[in-house]
């Protein structure tokens, strides 16, 4: 079965960036799509970019110039990096396999992040 | 962007009522329409693919009907533990959207 975790810090303060790796067990990142997606009450859930192990990656038009997602083979584990964050960028951070034209399968359980100084 | 809609917002029904919800893209999609749920704390777990397909170990009593820009997904006789809130999401395009949700309440 596969199975996701997200690990990283809940606290980030304004203009730093945000950085969460996703650990994944139950299959490898070298196959299929592998997406970052976020819910925030304010923007309802929001998909913000994927990776193929390609090296290939999608993002979120709304969020591109501040998105990096990445995956280190040897650790089964791909990450994302949001720069130049703000409040608006308050949510529960979910990792999961898809995204793109693949569908969504499987999550992580998600972990929330805070904006604040 | 694809944008999805959802109605309606909130669904009050008892235990046992059949439950009828939609979702409307502002343009097709063809069949690349999923539904998941979500319970309070917890993250999405896929309910439907492409439209009409269940998941694995999904209940026969959730379905999904639809194509183009109109879906429904239908809930034939709501369990204690079906209340909870609904998302349609589409990859007709390979910029993911969701639409804003449906919470299905006890009435």
């Known amino acids: 079965q596969v199975q996701l975790q997200e690990s990283g810090p809940g606290l980030v303060k304004p203009s730093e960036t945000l950085s969460l790796t996703c650990t994944v067990s139950?299959?490898?990142?070298?196959?299929?799509?592998w997406s970052w997606i976020r819910q925030s009450p304010g923007k309802g859930v929001e998909w913000i970019g994927n990776f193929f192990y390609s090296g290939s990656t999608n993002y979120n038009p709304s969020l591109k110039s501040r998105v990096t997602i990445s995956g280190d083979t040897s650790k089964n584990q791909f990450s994302l990096k949001l720069s130049s964050v703000t409040a608006a960028d308050t949510a529960v951070y979910y990792c999961a396999r898809g995204g793109g034209n693949y569908l969504v399968d499987y999550w992580g359980q998600g972990t929330l992040v805070t904006v604040s100084s | 962007e694809i944008v999805l809609t959802q109605s309606p917002a909130t669904l009050s029904l008892s235990p046992g009522e059949r439950a009828t919800l939609s979702c409307r893209a502002s343009q097709s999609v063809s069949s690349y329409l999923a539904w998941y749920q979500q319970k309070p704390g917890q993250a999405p777990r896929l309910l439907i693919y492409?439209?009409?397909n269940r998941a694995t170990g999904i209940p026969a009593r959730f379905s999904g009907s639809g194509s183009g820009t109109d879906f429904t997904l239908t809930i034939s006789s709501l369990e204690p533990e079906d209340f909870a809130v609904y998302y349609c999401q589409q990859r007709s395009n390979w910029l993911l959207t969701f639409g804003g949700g449906t919470k299905v309440d006890i009435k």
């Open positions: 139950g299959d490898s990142i070298r196959s299929y799509s």
């Open positions: 492409d439209a009409s």
